[in-house]
T-cell receptor, first 109, second 114 residues
Framework: GQNIDQPTEMTATEGAIVQINCTYQ??????LFWYQQHAGEAPTFLSY????GLEEKGRFSSFLSRSKGYSYLLLKELQMKDSASYLC??????????FGAGTRLFVKA | EPEVTQTPSHQVTQMGQEVILRCVPISNHLYFYWYRQILGQKVEFLVSFYNNEISEKSEIFDDQFSVERPDGSNFTLKIRSTKLEDSAMYFC????????????FGPGTRLTVT
């Protein structure tokens, strides 16, 4: 079956670094996405990995290991505005994108 | 910056009624999607649309659902006979500009079925 697992909640301190893990089991693989979603708003795109390795984009980095079915999102220099849900999503063979339940990140002062 | 727009922002309807949710994707995009998110739950894929036809649909997208691109700009989702369990936020997304995989989401339509 299709399954994406990520922690339900995490708490971190302003200025710190946090790593949000995601493991997946899907029938096909055509890329892994990370989205940010603030409460009541639409998801916004953060990153895309289709090959193994680390992709860096400003304060955000995303890592993928296809053989392990594993990804993580790394957020550096945390700011209060980073408090949001972070959604791991996998695109299967075709156009279908399967989302995890999301990790709610609380950033405290 | 170009964006996906959706109307209405909130729709209240009675069970059994038909609803049409409207979206205007980003103008040079080629791939269009509908997702839904029931309150407190995960985002769920409904359907993708490319080259004027459905390219993929999920198990949720049954005969009660249909999509259409009636002109060069609009992309609509119709639910023929709404059920209570159709109450959710419906997001339209588009992709296929210079960065093909990056999906831009609209702000969503909150559908409440009473």
């Amino acid at each position: 079956g299709q399954n994406i697992d990520q922690p339900t909640e995490m708490t971190a301190t302003e200025g710190a670094i946090v790593q949000i893990n995601c493991t997946y089991q899907t029938s096909g693989f055509n890329g892994l996405f990370w989205y940010q979603q603030h409460a009541g708003e639409a998801p916004t795109f953060l990153s895309y990995n289709v090959l193994d390795g680390l992709e860096e984009k400003g304060r955000f980095s995303s890592f993928l290991s296809r053989s392990k079915g594993y990804s993580y999102l790394l957020l550096k220099e945390l700011q209060m505005k980073d408090s949001a849900s972070y959604l791991c999503a996998v695109r299967d063979r075709g156009f279908k994108t399967i989302f995890g339940a999301g990790t709610r990140l609380f950033v405290k002062a | 910056e170009p964006e996906v727009t959706q109307t209405p922002s909130h729709q209240v309807t009675q069970m059994g009624q038909e609803v049409i949710l409207r979206c205007v994707p980003i103008s040079n995009h080629l791939y269009f999607y509908w997702y839904r998110q029931i309150l407190g739950q995960k985002v769920e894929f409904l359907v993708s649309f490319y080259n004027n036809e459905i390219s993929e649909k999920s198990e949720i997208f049954d005969d009660q659902f249909s999509v259409e691109r009636p002109d060069g700009s609009n992309f609509t989702l119709k639910i023929r006979s709404t059920k209570l369990e159709d109450s959710a936020m419906y997001f339209c997304a588009s992709s296929g500009g210079t960065v093909q995989y990056e999906q831009y989401f609209g702000p969503g339509t909150r559908l409440t079925v009473t």
